[in-house]
């Protein structure tokens, strides 16, 4: 298995700083509006509603970001210990290519396809 150049390595790093800024502004967006919600009106029940929702919007972010959160962790540990870009699946190289498309990819494109079809998405409610 070839190495990333340094080059590389400096420019995927970019990329995941890019990862965890986004992921950490959504998170803290995602809790901070829960401090600015309105109590609940006491009737109205499309206020309620509409309220609930948002709350479960922010939720399901925040839920969203701590995953982009951890996968970035993961993905600094394995360029840490020189695994970065090493396919779980077949152990061969991730291209350059779907790194910078996806930086903290754990499988190359045909192990991450294979993985998709035999394995249970997550259901994600869509607003």
């Not at 996968?71 to 077949?90: D, N």
């Amino acid at each position: 298995m070839k190495p990333l150049l340094k080059k590389q390595k400096a420019q995927l790093t970019v990329l995941l700083n890019q990862q965890e800024a986004a992921a950490r502004l959504i998170l803290d967006r995602a809790v901070g509006h829960r401090h600015d919600e309105p109590v609940l009106p006491r009737n109205g029940q499309g206020d309620r509603a509409y309220a609930e929702q948002v709350v479960d919007r922010d939720l399901a972010l925040a839920e969203h970001s701590a995953r982009e959160l951890d996968s970035v962790a993961q993905a600094r540990c394995r360029l840490s210990a020189h695994t970065y870009g090493i396919c779980a699946g077949c152990h061969t190289d991730i291209s350059f290519a779907r790194l910078v498309a996806c930086p903290t990819a754990t499988r190359c494109e045909g192990c991450q396809e294979l993985y998709e079809h035999t394995h249970d998405q997550p259901s994600h409610t869509s607003m």
